[in-house]
């Protein structure tokens, strides 16, 4: 699913709008995919406990196709 976001996501043929809330929905996924800790409401059943130091990390566009495609080759070998 990751990889069609990110696929439709640079198609010319759909609107900036549409464009810009596919971008944000999967950067929204690759930063929580990242997260290896439970924050609040942000639960995460592989990673229960909140870790002391919470570590900070930022994704700007130009590292996001390439931050999806290294998640979808390790997570999901076989949709690539």
């Not at 929580?32 to 990673?47: M, N, T």
């Not at 406990?49 to 979808?72: G, M, W």
Request: glycine share 2%.
């Amino acid at each position: 699913a990751l990889k069609t976001i990110v696929d439709l996501a640079y198609k010319k043929e759909i609107s900036r709008t549409t464009q810009s809330m596919l971008l944000v929905a999967g950067m929204v996924t690759v930063c929580a995919l990242q997260r290896k800790e439970s924050r609040g409401a942000h639960a995460r059943e592989d990673f229960p406990s909140l870790l002391p130091k919470a570590e900070h990390s930022h994704i700007s566009f130009v590292s996001f196709k390439q931050k999806v495609q290294q998640l979808v080759q390790r997570n999901w070998p076989d949709e690539h």
